[in-house]
């Protein structure tokens, strides 16, 4: 695969929520290029990369590796992040946690859709986000 094509890839399944074949083209950039190489090209640092990392652990099961990458999560919550941490706490059988995970994931995706919501163009920007909610709601 050359590294044009991985490129134009990679975002493509980033924005259909296709997260693991995102990581999957990440890592192909990698060793054809190197790490460094495609986090310079990219603007990527480790915390940016750690979100697919989180996903892609909740969605195998592999939950002690969820624990650790929740815990160098970026600066940002998302929806895959938000979706782990629910996934740890029912795991571990905390309802109180659960709840108040379960009320701020909720409120985090109303404050981003009703601000695309009044912006030009609002369907197309939620677009991706209501996509990803629902293929995750698949899965």
């Known amino acids: 695969m050359s ?14 929520g296709r997260l693991q074949d995102a990581l999957g083209c990440y890592e192909c950039l990698c060793v054809s290029q190197g790490s460094e190489e495609v ?39 998302s929806w895959g ?11 571990a059988r905390d309802l109180n946690a659960y709840h108040t995970s379960l009320s701020n994931l909720r409120t ?10 009044m912006e030009k163009w609002a369907y197309q920007r939620a677009y991706p986000c209501i996509i990803r909610r629902t293929i995750s709601a698949l899965h």
């Open 81 to 91: 992040q938000g979706v782990g941490q629910i996934l740890l706490w029912v795991r």
């Open 3 to 16: 590294p044009h094509w991985i490129n134009k890839s990679y975002s493509t399944y980033e924005a259909t």
């Open 39 to 77: 986090y310079k090209d990219q603007n990527l640092s480790e915390s940016s990369l750690n979100k697919y990392r989180v996903e892609a652990a909740w969605k195998l099961g592999q939950w002690e590796q969820l624990e650790e990458f929740l815990k160098k999560g970026p600066k940002e919550p």
């Open 108 to 117: 985090q995706q109303i404050i981003s859709l009703s601000a695309a919501s």
